[in-house]
């Protein structure tokens, strides 16, 4: 199956600075790259995703970027925010159906005040 | 709350005992997903299905087994056979298919004395 590596493992960041999580994936026929948040003690939830036709998307203050050549895609996290601190987990899926999801070892982001 | 239920929240087993966790969906969904979730090792992915009566691996199958007689239900059985059974699970749910969104339930603590 798919190997998707995310890096680093902890990240801290003062409030207001970015913040940029990096996934590699070993498929290259991978074709699908959602990012999920977990806050504490809360289910993982989908917050931006990307397909390998687009190289870059934006919603708001995050955006996730694709290099299909290097098979690496990073999520940026611009303006960093208290609430914004939580647990990251980036993941891969492929053809024919993208059901066989794989996940990233997860970035435990803080962000001080 | 995202129409996944997993149940119990926490459950106790004695080593050598055999114990189902429940997972349970109501948003139709045609894919569904286990998930072992430990410190610094992500979302490691047990098995999966895609439709009724279908399953397939993912990294970590030995010492666990599914069903997946009804749409609905998607149960994970945690056999003697698995080593390190103590865990957090996650259970989840999807439609299928290229960019569909996972849903989570809230997860089922594990522990095994």
């Known amino acids: 199956g798919e190997n998707v590596e995310q890096h680093p493992s902890t990240l801290s960041v003062q409030e207001g600075d970015s913040a940029v999580i990096k996934c590699t994936y070993s498929?290259?026929?991978?074709?699908?790259f959602p990012w999920y948040k977990q806050e504490l003690g809360k289910r993982p939830q989908l917050i931006i995703d990307i397909r390998s036709n687009v190289g870059e998307k934006k919603d708001q203050r995050i955006a996730v970027t694709l290099n299909k050549t290097a098979k690496h895609f990073s999520l940026h996290i611009t303006e960093t925010q208290p609430e914004d601190s939580a647990v990251y987990f980036c993941a891969a899926s492929k053809p024919p159906n993208n059901n066989d999801m794989r996940f990233g070892a997860g970035t435990r982001l803080t962000v001080k005040p | 709350d995202g129409g996944i239920t997993q149940s119990p929240k926490y459950l106790f087993r004695k080593e050598g005992q055999n114990v189902t966790l429940s997972c349970e969906q109501n948003?139709?969904?045609?894919?569904m997903y286990w998930y072992r979730q430990d410190p610094g090792q992500g979302l490691r992915l047990i098995y999966y299905?895609?439709?009724?009566?279908?399953?397939q691996k993912g990294d970590i199958a030995e010492g666990y087994s599914v069903s997946r007689e009804k749409k609905e239900s998607f149960p994970l059985t945690v056999t003697s056979a698995q080593k390190n059974p103590t865990a957090f699970y996650l259970c989840?749910?999807?439609?299928?298919?290229?960019?569909?969104?996972?849903?989570f339930g809230q997860g089922t603590r594990l522990t095994v004395v």
């Open positions: 299905s895609q439709i009724v009566n279908d399953f």
């Open positions: 989840a749910s999807r439609r299928g298919g290229l960019g569909t969104e996972a849903f």
């Open positions: 948003l139709n969904h045609d894919a």
């Open positions: 498929d290259s026929a991978s074709n699908y």
